[in-house]
C-alpha cells in the first residue's frame, strides 16, 4: 500500500510558466516531510522539511507548503535549470523506534524548456 | 566534507556472482541506510544502522547483508546475485536522532545478466 503518492508523474513547463507539484500521504503520525531533487545520474538532494501543517519554506524559485494530508512544491518562474524529478517522503513517529525511516513517493520529473 | 561516498560507480555481475558494495561518510553521522530505487519506483530501504555494530533490515532485504563495523563506513554485501537486483543504490546517513533529512551518496548502478 503506498504511503506517498506524488502527482503528476511528469510535468512539462516552459521557462516562466509556475506550477505546483503535489504529494499526497497516509501515514499515522506525521514527524517530517521532506522534498528531494534528484538529477539524472546521482543520488536525492535535499531541499526542505516540514514538519507541521501551514509550515512553509522557500528556496529561491522553490515553495514547499503542508497540509494535513498533503504538500506542494511550488515552482515560481521556473528555468530550465530546475528540470529535475523532485521526490517527496515521509517519516512517522514510530512506536518504540528512532529508526526514522522515510517512505518516498515515485516522484515528479520536471522538464523546463526555453 | 566529501560527504557520501559510494563505490563503485558502475558494476555489471553474472547470475550468482558476489560483491560489495561501499559506502562511507564523515559527517560522524551515527545512521545510515540502503535504498534501492527501479525505474519509475519510489525508494526502498534494505537495511540500516543507528550505529556501529547495530543493524537491522528494511523491506527489502532478501539477497542482501550488511555490517556495520566503524561508524564511518557500511558496507552492502550481495551474495548469489539475481537479474532482480539490477538496480541503482543508494547509501545515505542523518544525524544522531534519526528525525533529520538524509544525506544521500552519488549511487552505484548494479546490473546483473
Known amino acids: 500500500e503506498d504511503q506517498v503518492t506524488q502527482s503528476p508523474e511528469a510535468l512539462r513547463l516552459q521557462e516562466g510558466e509556475s506550477s505546483s507539484l503535489n504529494c499526497s500521504y497516509t501515514v499515522s503520525g506525521l514527524r517530517g516531510l521532506f522534498w528531494y531533487r534528484q538529477d539524472p545520474g546521482k543520488g536525492p538532494e535535499f531541499l526542505f522539511t516540514l514538519y507541521s501543517a501551514g509550515e512553509e519554506k522557500e528556496k529561491e524559485r522553490l515553495k514547499a507548503t503542508l497540509t494535513k494530508k498533503e504538500s506542494f512544491l511550488h515552482i515560481t518562474a521556473p528555468k530550465p535549470e530546475d528540470s529535475a524529478t523532485y521526490l517527496c517522503?515521509?517519516?512517522?513517529?514510530?512506536?518504540?523506534?528512532?529508526?526514522?525511516?522515510?517512505?518516498f513517493g515515485r516522484g515528479t520529473q520536471l522538464t523546463v524548456w526555453p | 566534507n566529501a560527504g557520501v561516498t559510494q563505490t563503485p560507480k558502475f558494476r555489471i555481475l553474472k547470475i550468482g556472482q558476489s560483491m560489495t558494495l561501499q559506502c562511507t561518510q564523515d559527517m560522524n553521522h551515527n545512521y545510515m541506510y540502503w535504498y534501492r530505487q527501479d525505474p519509475g519506483m519510489g525508494l526502498k530501504l534494505i537495511y540500516y544502522?543507528?550505529?556501529?555494530?547495530?543493524?537491522d533490515k528494511g523491506e527489502v532485504p532478501n539477497g542482501y547483508n550488511v555490517s556495520r563495523s566503524t561508524t564511518e563506513d557500511f558496507p552492502l554485501r550481495l551474495e548469489l546475485a539475481a537479474p532482480s537486483q539490477t538496480s541503482v543504490y543508494f547509501c545515505?546517513?542523518?544525524?544522531?536522532?534519526?528525525?533529520?533529512?538524509?544525506?544521500f551518496g552519488p549511487g552505484t548502478r548494479l546490473t546483473v545478466t
Open positions: 544502522s543507528v550505529g556501529a555494530g547495530i543493524t
Open positions: 517522503a515521509v517519516q512517522a513517529r514510530n512506536r518504540g523506534s528512532t529508526l526514522g525511516r522515510l517512505y
Open positions: 545515505a546517513s542523518t544525524q544522531l536522532t534519526g528525525y533529520h533529512e538524509q544525506y
